[in-house]
């Protein structure tokens, strides 16, 4: 029987997992994504944060690096699990379910801090895309592709880095981006005389054998002429999209509705961050803060 568990490791979940082990309360916390810090992490790691009250301005990234620090500091209090996604919550006679991909727990009290959601990749939007096991969204190494035709979609940073990655390791690395200006930073791909930058393209049709893709169809969104590339590889940086789930809690607007302790319509669940759903609620780092002072005073009564 666990005394908390977090579900979501985003900055306000990890802010919540730093006060319990300020207040020496034991338990878990599930992050479904590999990386902790929710959005700050997902959509703005470089951006800067200048209204966190009492810290001097400082990047998204560096802010999480700043948490995660903190919540390591304690080794016996909350325990993180990374690539564990909460399923379901239920109230049982002996406490509260949690069930995740990986396995059930029971806890007295539970923090839901899940914000905007999981997020899943953007696709292409070609008809099945996600069928083709050389078709990726996510690049984590890049040995796999030694020598191989590298295809990489997308404008972000991560797509240039991507490409950066790959041609570490092979000379046939294609980047194709919709658009001639590209959002992310150009300069890191700019001196790479073996990466090969096609735009403004977009991906219309697959070629197929078995369960591969051998050539992609482009589209040149100036001139409407088509062209095919071959490739051994193609990935796909389009982004994520947000994922909300609510298990069954009731709703206020696009929130979980809490009460002014912040616990939900479950006794011993609590919600904070950008779920909690309350009048004049502000998705905002600042509120989620505070919002996880109040749950875990909260939750210190109920526990001990
Ligand atoms: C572009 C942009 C810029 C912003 N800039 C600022 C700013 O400068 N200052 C400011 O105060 N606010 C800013 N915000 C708002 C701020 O990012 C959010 O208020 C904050 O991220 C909310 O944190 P959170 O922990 O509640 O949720 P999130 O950051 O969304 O984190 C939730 C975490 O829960 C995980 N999760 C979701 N479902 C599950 C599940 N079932 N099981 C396990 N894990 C799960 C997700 O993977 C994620 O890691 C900005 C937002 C955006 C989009």
Known sequence: MHELIIVGGGPIGLYAAILA?????KGLLFESSEVL????????????????PEIPMTTAKDYIDHLIMQVNKVKDGIVIHTQEK??????RKTGIEI?????????????????????????????????????LYSLKSVNHLRDKRVVIMGGGDSALDWAKMSSRVTKHVTIVHRRNEFR???????EISTITVKTPFIPVTLAVEGSIVTALELENVATSEHEWIKGDFFFVNYGHIPMSDFFGLERLGIGAKVDEKMMTSLPGVFAIGDVAGYQGKLKRLAPGLTEAKIAINEIIKRIK
Do not use: F, H, W
């Open 21 to 25: 082990n300020k207040k020496g309360i």
């Open 37 to 52: 810090g929710g959005q700050l992490m997902e959509l703005y790691p470089e951006k800067e944060i200048v209204d966190i």
């Open 86 to 91: 909460v399923l379901g919550i239920a109230s």
């Open 99 to 135: 069930k995740t991909t990986k396995d059930t727990y029971l806890t007295k009290t539970v923090i839901i801090a899940t914000g905007l959601g999981v997020y899943v990749p953007r696709k292409m939007g070609l008809p099945d895309e996600d069928k083709y096991s050389n078709i």
């Open 184 to 190: 992310g930073d150009y300069k890191t791909i700019q």
